[in-house]
């Protein structure tokens, strides 16, 4: 007679199977695991079990574990009672940071070693506490890395130069931040996050939804010209949260997006489809908005761009040549077109011979929120100078940020709205009011000149009809002007 076979469980399993179970588990189910048996509580704690959760949430490598000598489990646990809170956003902003350190290491070294050393909790805490509000969580993570940097030229945030304009911003410590929180009208529950000591510009965060704000939005502020009120301050967006904003800049720099001149970051952009070859000699545009020197009200855009000629180093020698002159044809968003012609760029008459690079830097603006430009160069060859010919610009795209306009200026159009609407029915009032008096007036005129008659039309023909009604009409017009 056949044994009944015991029923199969998860305990009843061998290792190997149950360990390859228990590793497609989180690390909450995991420690849950170790509450259930002995056997689970003991296959729980197996280390190679904790090294892709230590991997995943803390980026720890092989050589820090080596360094400080502790098994896997031992460094999650370690780690999670220190920065546990911030496990959703810390491999993001941490990898964030050590690549941003590994690319600039080699290329801005003076710009690494103005890095602080991460904020404590206490620290972040404390500030909360002066504030009166709490601050995002990727906020304080990235803080706890690295608490922002010393107040130096080059800033970390990227720099822009005009040939009268200069611009570097500084990633503030949290304690800076802290002094300049907001609470007025405009910038309410917002922390600056980054400082030039230049311009005076900053991007901020906000803390808290409000005026309009959504809550851990990214911005420019940029004062409304128009409203005669410090509160109508509007919004160039430029992250919706912190993590975002972070991240896309550093992927921008490592990259090679945004490039490095003179061991500083230029918040350049290019688009690889902005290239346009004549010949032996390519050119290339890079485009930058700036902010501080742009309105939503009046609107006024304003751009500098960046561009590179550069001329092959298997050319003939015999292909090089001299600048003359530049054509441009600059579109708006509407459509309006106004061309440019001059002789050279920036005041330069630049040569170009086989291998060599020339670029420069130069701005416009815009009415509209985006435009395109494009043209071309002239040149002559140096051992041919009757011979001139043509270079293409290649069409380079132009466009702001998503920006917000501020909650007083909609405040004060509304109120216009309503004042206007009133104030246009009391014309039509006083308008019929006018015309009824005006006819009434004339009735009773010529009634008393056809000797008290009731006359529907008191004219002969037509034509003293017609001229009576304008005659109503320009009076009662009259009327309504001097009303105004």
Request: aromatic letters at 12%.
């Amino acid at each position: 007679m056949e044994t009944q076979s015991a029923p199969l469980t998860l305990e009843s399993l061998p290792t190997d199977p149950l360990l390859l179970i228990l590793s497609f588990l989180d690390y909450r189910d995991l420690i849950n695991c170790c509450y259930v048996s002995r056997r689970l509580s003991q296959l729980s704690s197996h280390d190679p079990l904790w090294r892709r959760h230590c991997k995943k949430y803390w980026l720890i490598s092989e050589e820090e574990k080596t360094q400080k000598n502790q098994c896997w489990k031992s460094l999650f646990i370690d780690t999670y009672s220190d920065v546990g809170r911030y496990i959703d956003h810390y491999a993001a902003i941490k990898k964030a940071w050590d690549d941003l350190k590994k690319y600039l290491e080699p290329r801005c070294p003076r710009m690494v070693l103005s890095l602080k050393e991460g904020a404590r909790e206490e620290d972040l805490d404390a500030v909360e506490a002066q504030i009166g509000c709490k601050l995002p969580d990727d906020y304080r993570c990235s803080y706890r890395i690295h608490n922002g940097q010393k107040l130096v030229v080059p800033g970390l945030l990227g720099s822009m130069a005009l040939s009268n304009h200069y611009r570097s911003e500084d990633l503030l410590d949290v304690d800076t931040a802290a002094g300049g929180f907001q609470q007025r009208q405009g910038l309410k529950y917002c922390l600056p996050l980054t400082f030039c000591i230049h311009t005076g510009l900053s991007q901020y965060i906000a803390v808290e939804a409000a005026e309009g704000r959504n809550k851990n939005e990214v911005f420019y502020q940029c004062p409304d010209q128009m409203a005669r009120n410090p509160a109508a301050i509007d919004m160039f967006i430029i992250g919706a949260t912190f993590t975002d904003w972070f991240t896309s800049y550093v992927n921008n720099v490592v990259s090679g997006g945004f490039p490095i001149i003179r061991d500083q970051i230029f918040r350049y952009v290019h688009d690889p489809e902005c290239v346009a070859t004549t010949g032996d000699i390519t050119v290339s545009v890079s485009t930058s908005f700036l902010p501080e020197l742009s309105s939503v009200h009046p609107p006024h855009y304003f751009f500098t761009y960046r561009i590179r000629i550069e001329m092959s180093k298997d050319a003939l020698p015999e292909k090089a040549c001299q600048l003359d002159s530049r054509y441009w044809r600059i579109t708006n968003a509407k459509g309006d077109v106004e061309e440019v012609q001059g002789p050279g760029v920036v005041g330069e008459f630049p040569i170009i011979s086989p291998g060599r690079v020339y670029e420069y830097t130069s701005c416009t603006t815009f009415s509209t929120t985006s435009g395109y430009m494009e043209g071309y160069y002239t040149f002559h060859f140096l051992y041919f100078k009757d011979k001139i010919f043509n270079v293409a610009i290649p069409r380079f795209h132009m466009a702001c940020p998503t920006f917000r306009v501020s909650i007083a200026r909609l405040r004060w159009v509304l109120m216009n709205m309503k004042r206007w609407k009133r104030k246009r029915r009391r014309r039509r009032k006083t308008t019929t009011m006018m015309t009824r008096q005006i006819w009434t007036s004339l009735m009773k005129m010529m009634r008393k000149r056809d000797g008290g008659e009731s006359l529907m039309f008191p004219f002969a023909d037509a034509d003293a009809l017609a001229f009576f009604r304008e005659a109503v009409l320009m009076e009662a017009l009259a009327r309504i002007q001097s009303v105004k």
